[in-house]
């Protein structure tokens, strides 16, 4: 199994970024892709997850209005979109997909928000 995330980003305060998730040696219907962050100096926060199969997602309160989760079956790839960035949007996101009795991360996607 591995998760490959796209690459760091840059983004100034107000706009938006979107992070891919691209899932491989599974099946990418089979399990919920989750999506967590870390801010420096701060524990994990998870902030939503979909189902790939049903394209079924679900955000923390916080993310709510301003996060939206999305899956391409044909690529097997997730995405998460996060708008109106904020200098404390600044973290490493990470996705990740529980499975069974495993659970696997992809390698982590370092976002700055600055002006």
């Known amino acids: 199994v591995q998760l490959v995330q796209s690459g760091a980003e840059l983004r100034q305060p107000g706009t938006s970024v979107t992070v891919s998730c691209k899932a491989s040696?599974?099946?990418?219907?089979?399990?919920?892709i989750d999506w967590v962050r870390q801010a420096p100096g701060q524990g994990l926060e998870w902030m939503g997850r979909?189902?790939?199969?049903?394209?079924?997602?679900k955000a923390a309160p916080k993310f709510q209005g301003r996060i939206t989760f999305t899956a391409d079956l044909d690529s097997s790839t997730a995405y998460v979109e996060l708008n109106n960035l904020s200098p404390e949007d600044t973290a490493v996101y990470y996705c990740?997909?529980?499975?069974?009795?495993?659970?696997?991360w992809g390698q982590g996607t370092q976002i700055t928000v600055s002006s």
């Open positions: 990740g997909s529980s499975q069974d009795d495993s659970d696997y």
């Open positions: 040696g599974y099946t990418f219907t089979s399990y919920y």
């Open positions: 979909i189902d790939p199969e049903y394209r079924a997602t």
